[in-house]
């Protein structure tokens, strides 16, 4: 690459500035420092050196610190200054995972404590069978009654597997005449009636390896013939429900999507069987999971019989339409003719709670391996959602399940799959001088591209962790904002922040808006916050098949004093389209491209996401209907930092100006794009 940040510039910097630099970007309002500090800029080749070192030795002495210095060029008190924010930064990382790890407890803490209160409601008298007064029962009693329940469980989960292979049942010795009635789920304490779940997830299985392969009449096409509809009635004739009847209020969803996937079996269902990497990879849909508990975790050292217990929250990247929140057993099989199948299905009928908006039937995907180190993935989607709740403008997608449905899960599957293979990819030829040539470079850009999606799709959702405030509009094209306040997660800007996100349709197709917005010489036409700054690109990945699908970094040559430097990706599938972007700090830049560890690099991405209004043009399985005709739903967001210090008050006139940048912002999308 012939643009390294650190050549021809004779600005210099203390170390001591380096993180810090980032609160001085263009898109930070509020109170600032009217002078500007100078820095000085590391190579890369000084800060792996000075990496290496502070691993063997984090505090060296002054004859180290002189031996570094005449090595690398620098001065002693520099090499000083870096060691000192090199520890404090380890220190603030450890602190971070501290931080994180205490949350992982008090979520599984919170959900031991609704598992109690279930074992409190249901404990029954083993001599009449009537109800246990809670004062006759101890709490070392109770501790006992679960933990029986726990082994009973065990003994039971693992018979009905043995006899479902051995084809015969299996008798277990117990001291307790009564064991079939205390067979439990360790998640759902002792109520009888989850005896039922591990025939549950057996039927559920079945019930999912069939629909998948099942053709009319249970699946029928469409009007236009581009995609299949579930027939209800054949669907309840032809299987048993695993659960009740569907509520009143309730309505069913059902699609089906089959695809070609450059991915092996075993690394999809790794990527479905972990609950933190799935909601992370499925970023565009899964806005929240939590795993509630590890009923198996699968038989010979693989995934196999694996089953787990999730609460997770759907959602649309925009703040208007309401996500769905579900509460299921995910459980994977590997079967005899070498495919796997991960199912997951709805348990909000065994441990009931108003906070449950969706019900999952089985739903799922069986993928079956392919000579040439490819997978065919074919997923159902089989739901009961309650009806009604988000804007209209919204309706159209996702009843044509462009936003929840099988098309929708299997596309960003798809594009998954295109992005690791592009990190390994030979790179181009050197006609191209911008591309990214180094492996381990690609491979850590793409990870840092990776989660500024997560990130900004995380950030502009209705979920429950983002409360909104309304700032103006009616209706659909309200303007909505949230502050946030970050005092120990390194991957973010510390201090405060602020987020301003609408939502709005365009009568221009998504391919168009897309296009409009990736488009680095039209970026003064709508971008606000750059001044009509003139950006040029230092680097860039291809990340996908479709056009479109790139990482960059670009370059500010307008600004005087230090060039800022804005990480990019554009990516594009039949189903949504994203341009989403972050300012970082060059010297973050340079140690991703040398290929080291972005997992701390502090981002705060705004951007867009486009998304088609629904199924016109006679949408079907290929991406020229969605993207050539039809409107958009474009939603815009800008995530900004205020202030650095955590205790600082965000004032009326900031929110006034984020509020009028975001409005100019739409005003010019639509002037530059609409005739």
Partial sequence: MN???????????????????????DNSIGDQRPRRKHYHRHTSRQIQEMESFFKECPHPDDRQRKELSRELGLEPMQIKFWFQNKRTQMKAQHEHQEN??????????????????????NASCSTCCGPTPIRETSFQEQQLVIENARLRQEIDHISAITSKYLGKPVTCTTDNPSSSSARRLVSFGTSKKNGRSIDIAIAAMEELVRVARLGEPLWVPSVDRNFSLLNEEEYLRSFTRVFGPKPNGYKSEASRECAVVSMCATNIVEILMEVERWSNVFCGVVARATNLQVISNGVGGSHNEATLVINAEFHVSSPVVPTRESYFMRHCKHHVDGTWAVVDVSLD??????????????????????PNGCSKVTWVENIEVEEGGGHSIYKPLITAGLAFGAKRWIAILDGYCQRVASATDIPPSSSNSNYLANEEGRKSLLKLAERMIGRFCNGVNASINNTWTTLSGIGNDSVKVITRKNVDDPTMPFGIQLC???????????????????NLKRRKEWDMLSSGAEFREMAHIVSGDEIGNRVALYQDMSSREGKMILLQESRTDQTASYVVYAPMDPVYVNATIGGGDPNHVPLLPSGFAILPDGPTGGQG?????????????????HQILVDSSPNAKISMGSIAMANQIISCTVDNIKKALIP
């Fill in 500 to 518: 301003v996100a609408t939502s709005f349709w365009l009568p221009i197709p998504p391919k168009r808006v897309f296009n409009f917005l990736r």
């Fill in 3 to 25: 643009s390294n940040v650190s050549e021809g510039d004779d600005i210099r910097r203390t170390s001591d500035e380096e993180i810090n630099s980032k609160s001085d970007n």
């Fill in 621 to 637: 399985r290929g991406t020229a209907a969605q993207v050539d005709s039809g409107g958009s739903l474009l939603t815009v967001a």
């Fill in 100 to 121: 994180t790890n205490l949350r992982n407890e008090n979520e599984k803490l919170r959900a031991e404590n609704m598992r109690y209160k279930e074992v409190l409601s």
């Fill in 349 to 370: 009928h065994l441990h009931s709670t108003s906070l449950i908006t969706c019900r999952r039937r089985p739903s799922g995907c069986v993928i079956q391996d392919m």
